[in-house]
């Protein structure tokens, strides 16, 4: 894809080392925006927002790049679950989910030349029931205290699951690969190139 420019509206280093799973040279920046949520915005709104954001601000500088916005919260009983930042609010998180549906909503957008697609695709994780132990074990091994709801599913947190039930596992981790091929080829740029 060597004649289309292509950039990843984000610092993460999940997302970049999925986006080149699809053979695709890309470039990353950073776009600054504010990711508080609205008074009453539900999981799939806010990450509608916020990638298409991210996308528009990144697209501001770059009009004839391909621009890549992505966003994702996990939430559970419709209550979104924020980074822990802490030891003890990650025992507090992963205690909760114990034995329970977490799902995760990540939003992706793309822009290219005054053009723009806007997804949401929903992922459910079910956790296994943890004993207090397992919890303690878990986090120490892991430090899983700049993730959302506490646990990284691409690493150990596998342990904490007992089933998936979503499209496609990329989604989880952070950008939905299928879903982003598709709209890829909705402009007619069909992968692998």
Not at 113 to 118: A, T
Request: with cysteine; charged share 25%.
């Amino acid at each position: 894809m060597s004649h289309h420019r292509i950039i990843l509206a984000s610092s993460s280093s999940y997302r970049q080392v999925l986006l080149a799973q699809l053979g695709l040279e890309f470039e990353t920046q950073t776009p600054d925006i504010d990711e508080t949520p609205f008074e009453h915005e539900t999981a799939a709104l806010l990450v509608a927002r916020l990638a298409e954001n991210k996308a528009k601000r990144v697209a501001q500088d770059n009009k004839d790049a391909i621009i890549i916005g992505s966003d994702q919260v996990c939430s559970i009983d419709g209550e979104i679950l924020g980074k822990p930042g802490s030891t003890d609010k990650a025992i507090e998180q992963l205690s909760r989910l114990s034995g329970r549906k977490v799902r995760f909503e990540t939003g992706l957008c793309l822009i290219w030349k005054q053009r723009q697609q806007l997804i949401v695709e929903s992922f459910d994780v079910y956790f296994r029931t943890l004993s207090v132990e397992q919890i303690h074990r878990y986090i120490t091994q892991e430090m899983p205290l700049d993730c959302a709801g506490s646990f990284k599913s691409e690493g150990l947190g596998i342990v904490l699951f007992h089933k998936f039930d979503g499209r496609d596992p990329n989604t989880l981790i952070g950008l939905p690969l299928m879903a982003l091929t598709d709209m890829l080829a909705n402009w007619n740029i069909k992968l692998p190139l």
